[in-house]
C-alpha cells in the first residue's frame, strides 16, 4: 500500500485511509486516556462475571444469587484495573503496546487470583465451571475491542500524546519493512520524521518515502534538539562497529534506542539475544538502551517538581525577602546573580543564586571556584553559602522547567578540577545530561557539596550522581529531600 510522508510534520497518511486530523478531538492527554480506558476494561471484565452470574441465577430459580461469585464479581473489576497496570498493559510505549498478548496475561492472572480465593473459601467445581466460562469470554472480549481502543483513541487523545516522533537509521531491507508495519495504526501511531544513513546519494524506496535527515554523524544532534524522541536502528546486523560506535555517541541523551530486525538474518532466535523486548504487529525489537527515567516516572517526576516547588516558594519567601534585604545592606550591587551551567542534554541556562561575591570580584564563567576563606566572598555571603541560602532562588529555574528539586547539581561549562575540565577528568561526566540538574542531590546529603577543586572530589561527586541515575525512583527522590533540610543545617564539606 503507497504511504505518503507530509515534509514539515512527519505525518503519515494511506491513500484509501482516513485523515484523522478532520476528526473531532477531545483533547485528552495519554494517561488520562488509558486510565479511563483501564476503566473501561474493568467494567467490561464485572459486566462479563454479572451476566453470567444473572444466569445461572435465572436457571437455578434462585433470584438472590450465589454469595461467593456475587463477591468475585464485585472484586474483579478493580482487581482487573491494578493487575492491568502492574502488568504492564498501558505501561509500554503507546506504539508497542500488543493488547493480543497483554490482555490474555492480565486475565490470567485475575482469575489465578479468583480461583484461589474461590477454592479457599469452599467453592464447588461449579464455582470453577463458573470462572472458567467467565475468564474465555471476557478474555475474548477484550481481545475483541482492541480495534475499538484504537478508533475510540483517535477521537479522544489529542495527537501530540497519540503520536510517538522516531527517527530511522539505515536506508536498508529492515528500514522498509518496519516502515511499511509501523504505518496507519490508528490510535497508537509513530511519527516518522525521516531517515538518517551516509548513503543517501544511493536511489531507494525508502528515498521516496522519507525525507533525508543526514547522515550518521548529525544524528546525535538531532536527538538531542528534539528531545522526547525513539531511535530506530536499521542498519544491517553486521554493521557491528557502526552500531557501537553510534550507541556510544547516543548513551548521554534519554532516549529509547531499538534493534530492527534484520531480514537477512530473520531465522536468528531473537528471544535467546538475551535483550529486553518491545513488540509491534509483525515486528520484534531488542532494546538497545533506554531512558533513566520510566514514562509514568518522568511525568511524576515533574508534576512534583512543579506543585512542590510552588509551595517550597511560598513557604521560603520570607527567607527570600530577608536575605534579599541583608545582600542589599551589606555590599553594593545586585541582590541577584546569573551563572551559566549545563544542563540537560548538556544545553547552556542561566541559574539563579543570590549573590554572595564582591560585584567586583564576580566570575560569571565560574572559572575560578570559590574556596574556603576566599576574599571575594562577601560578609552575607558566608552565612548564605554555608546554608546553602544563597541556591533557593533556583526554586525559579525549577519552575521554569531547566532544573528539578531533585538531581545531580549543575555545574559550570569551565569549572575545573585540579586545572582540568571535568569532561577531561571524567569521560564519562556527560552521562549527567541524560536528567534534569536539581537543587540537591544524592551526592549533596552524603556530605560531597562545596567546592570540587580536586579530581577526587568530583569523581565521589559524580559517583553518587551515576548512582542516583540508575537506581532512581520517585520515592529516592522523597529520601534526598528529607536528607537536604539536616544537611543543610549541619553542613559538612562546604564553603
Known sequence: MAMDHIAGTGRHHHDKGVDTRSLPNLGLSRPVFEVLWSLVEGGAVFSVGSILLSLAAWLRGDA????????????????????????????????????????????????????????????????????????????????????????????????????????????????????????????????????????????????????????????????????????????????????????????FLPITVWLVPDPELSALSLPQLGAPMGSAPGVIMPTLMTPPFSHWGRMAKTSFDYVAGLAILLLVLPVLLATAVAIKLDSPGPVFFRQQRSGQFGRRFSIYKFRSLHVADADAEAA???????????????????YSIDELPQILNVLRGQMSLVGPRPHAPKAKADGRLYADVMPDYALRYRVKPGMTGWAQVNGWRGETDTEEKLRKRVEFDFDYIRTWSFWLDMVILFRTLPAMLFPKNNV
Open 64 to 251: 438472590a444469587g450465589d454469595g461467593l461469585r456475587n463477591g468475585l464479581c464485585l472484586a474483579a473489576g478493580p482487581a482487573y484495573v491494578a493487575l492491568a497496570w502492574l502488568l504492564g498493559r498501558f505501561a509500554r510505549a503507546p506504539h508497542l503496546a500488543d493488547t493480543a498478548t497483554a490482555v490474555p496475561r492480565v486475565t490470567t492472572a485475575l482469575y489465578v487470583c479468583l480461583l484461589a480465593t474461590a477454592l479457599g473459601l469452599g467453592g464447588a467445581a461449579a464455582d470453577v465451571a463458573w470462572l472458567l466460562s467467565w475468564f474465555a469470554l471476557s478474555t475474548g472480549t477484550l481481545i475483541l475491542t482492541r480495534r475499538l481502543e484504537g478508533a475510540v483513541a483517535t477521537v479522544a487523545v489529542a495527537r501530540r500524546w497519540r503520536v510517538r516522533p522516531a527517527v530511522i537509521v539505515g536506508a536498508g531491507p529492515a528500514a522498509l519493512k518496519m516502515v511499511g508495519a509501523m504505518a496507519g495504526r490508528a490510535g497508537r501511531e509513530v511519527d516518522i520524521l525521516g531517515f538518517f544513513d551516509d548513503r543517501h546519494t544511493r536511489a531507494g524506496a525508502l528515498t521516496r518515502q522519507l525525507p533525508y535527515l543526514g547522515g550518521l554523524d548529525t544524528l546525535a544532534d538531532f536527538v538531542a534538539e528534539h528531545e522526547d524522541i525513539d531511535v530506530f536502528m536499521a542498519l544491517p546486523w553486521t554493521a557491528g562497529p557502526r552500531i557501537s560506535a553510534l550507541l556510544e555517541r547516543l548513551r
Open 368 to 386: 575560578t571556584l570559590v574556596s574556603e576563606g576566599d576574599a571575594r566572598v562577601t560578609r552575607v555571603g558566608r552565612y548564605i553559602r554555608k
